[in-house]
T-cell receptor
């Protein structure tokens, strides 16, 4: 069921931008790209989602390539509290469940 | 706090016992989901409700599992005759699905079940 590929782990220095990549080469035209994160022992937290345009909110920016086969989540100024597992998910608009995969474990280093 | 809540947060039970978990979604949300998460893995879908109707079940939801959402508000997930393999975090999420839109799901803190 996995439709995305993410690196298993990444490090980022505190205060620097964290760029988390995701490949979704088989994405369909009606599938959105979602990002969630999960801090240890907590439920997943919604971050951002997009269809084909780049998106920005108070937490992050989502850059989707023109062919939509990959995307990058950008945390502009990483803090220690951003240490978490980040999940990239694709889902159709009328879909029900999310397929989470194993995500990228991001460690922000002081 | 008007987020998704789950009760209990932790449950330790002996193999063979029955357990029941409760989830209270965000009040205006019409969809409610149950997921299971084991160590080192992402959450896996179990089932979901649209209002009080259970519309989809995963093959992970064995006959020992049953979920209800009797009035379209809170939901319960019951596991009968628990097995050690049922040890996991059980997550509840809710969303507002209206027409054809892609609404995000909001997750609760989870119930961690340990079967001894």
């Amino acid at each position: 069921d996995a439709k995305t590929t993410q690196p298993p782990s990444m490090d980022c220095a505190e205060g620097r931008a964290a760029n988390l990549p995701c490949n979704h080469s088989t994405i369909s035209g009606n599938e959105y790209v979602y990002w969630y994160r999960q801090i240890h022992s907590q439920g997943p937290q919604y971050i951002i989602h997009g269809l084909k345009n780049n998106e920005t909110n108070e937490m992050a920016s989502l850059i989707i390539t023109e062919d939509r086969k990959s995307s990058t989540l950008i945390l502009p100024h990483a803090t220690l509290r951003d240490t978490a597992v980040y999940y990239c998910i694709v889902r159709v608009a009328t879909g029900n469940q999310f397929y989470f995969g194993t995500g990228t474990s991001l460690t922000v280093i002081p | 706090d008007t987020g998704v809540s789950q009760d209990p947060r932790h449950k330790i039970t002996k193999r063979g016992q029955n357990v029941t978990f409760r989830c209270d979604p965000i009040s205006e949300h019409n969809r409610l989901y149950w997921y299971r998460q084991t160590l080192g893995q992402g959450p896996e879908f179990l089932t979901y409700f649209q209002n009080e109707a259970q519309l989809e079940k995963s093959r992970l939801l064995s006959d020992r599992f049953s979920a209800e959402r009797p009035k379209g508000s809170f939901s319960t997930l019951e596991i009968q005759r628990t097995e050690q393999g049922d040890s996991a975090m059980y997550l509840c999420a809710s969303s507002l699905e209206f027409r054809i839109r892609s609404y995000e799901q909001y997750f609760g803190p989870g119930t961690r079940l340990t079967v001894t």
